[in-house]
DNA sequence: AGATATTTGTTCGTATGTATT
DNA sequence: TAATACATACGAACAAATATC
């Protein structure tokens, strides 16, 4: 029999993480094509190379390519499109699509309140002050956008429910304009695990404008101090916010609870 | 032929398909699946039932809902073994299985070895003193275990990288343990960054009997202040170590790019 | 130990839908 | 509008793995 290698050929595994367990055989594939986009310094928007999915190249078959084609999808690296012209492309993944990757790493173990703001209380200062003086005219206009939400006192409970998660975009649309960008994924990601929280959820639709007022409050300091460059207050300013937001949130989960 | 029915559920009218956007059939299974598996409160270990998986259940081929079924495995939230009594069960999603998600995050803009340490400089510590009176002996067993890998002077380049990664073990192992598990999981994250970091690994590779001396040294005066209980002490022995290692990358880096 | 039944994993050929030209 | 190039979906057949008898 000619046996057209079919699985005979298999790959020897280049990562070193391979060595851990035996790997499927789209696994393996997936990682070939993503070390090939790297190797080639391929950007966002540019094309896989038809020829890097065909089955032949990996001695595959098409549903096996398929899956590793699914693997990279998945992953936020690629996507695909139809027609003539379509095909594979590398796409940029985004923080938002890479954070809901990790959506079921805590379904299981779900983090405490206290949890998630022992790393705010340490990273938000840090980026805040990493802001300073750096923030463009347009990044100000989006932040005071975003503030104007919650700047009147809700009506009703919906209402309310959107002002505090527009003070959490807040802290997102920050964490956006951050030069460290592992530091703003981060802050990012931790303010996504607040916003699902089931116990959160129950707090946020509490009225309460004495909350509202002195968030308000300190986001208005936070860009003062952002705006003169003055790193130092602005570091301070979201440590104070955090504390009291702990403070606050860890409060209404007691009562909320009980 | 009967064609079983085909009226209501299989076909996906076009009109239909237009509303849900460019969503694609395995995708919506597996969101299916998986908010099945939250909603009836399925936990690790649990098995799948059969039906949910069956082609028939969602009006799909077997190899659509086989996809699906790979899409909640890469995510981690499934595992499945063959043969009689075998099926699909939902598995606990480990933290190495999920930053592997995110190996793709960062590949377009890597972060810098800088932006990785301003986030260890602050966690570490935070984490190392989380630690401090609450390890168990055989933790304590196992640390001391990766430590022994470094204790004596690497003989050869391939020596002193493996020195380097168990220095790095040595943290994950640490973070594995905390109380808060996702100070643990960005922990271990900012670990697995540096470990795949090109320049890292450049560095990892030169010789430097100092360092790892010193390195040594902080581990052991760590362990002692956790076995004492002593969280402050933990603390600062972590904080400078990670503020000795950083100085030391960066130093280091300069080198070895120019 | 070995055969068998059960369940997942892989592959092929083909059909269908969709976006571009 | 029609042609076409490409991804996506289907179903059947085959292969591999593994618990049970």
């Avoid at 070193?16 to 990682?31: H, M, N, Q, V």
């Avoid at 899956?67 to 095909?87: D, F, V």
């Avoid at 840090?126 to 750096?134: D, F, Q």
Wanted: one cysteine or more; a neutral charge.
């Amino acid at each position: 029999m000619p046996e057209p290698d079919t699985g005979a050929a298999a790959p020897m595994p280049s990562r070193l993480s391979a060595i851990l367990k035996r790997r499927k055989r789209p696994d393996i594939i997936a990682d070939k094509v993503r070390d090939m986009i790297i190797a080639h310094r391929l950007v966002p928007g540019d094309r896989v190379p038809h020829e890097w999915l065909l089955p032949q190249t990996h001695g595959a078959s098409r549903g096996t390519l398929r899956e590793a084609q699914k693997i990279l999808e998945i992953q936020g690296l690629t996507t695909s499109k139809t027609g003539p012209g379509g095909g594979v492309f590398v796409s940029r993944v985004g923080a938002d699509q890479a954070i809901r990757l990790l959506d079921n790493l805590f379904v299981f173990q779900p983090p405490s309140i206290a949890d998630i703001y022992a790393i705010r209380k340490e990273l938000e200062p840090l980026m805040a002050a990493s802001l300073a003086g750096k923030l463009s005219p347009d990044a100000f206009a989006a932040l005071q956008e975003t503030i104007r939400l919650y700047e009147d006192e809700a009506k009703t409970v919906e209402e309310e429910y959107a002002q505090r998660l527009a003070e959490l975009d807040f802290h997102v649309e920050l964490a956006r304009r951050a030069d460290n960008v592992l530091l703003g994924f981060v802050c990012i990601f931790l303010v996504s695990l607040l916003r699902d929280m089931t116990t959160c959820r129950a707090i946020y639709q509490e009225a309460n404008p004495t909350l509202r007022e002195t968030g308000l409050n300190y986001q208005i300091r936070l860009l003062r101090a952002i705006k003169a460059g003055d790193a130092e207050r602005a570091f301070q300013v979201m440590r104070e916010h955090m504390t009291a937001a702990e403070a606050y949130m860890l409060e209404r989960a007691e009562i909320v609870r009980g």
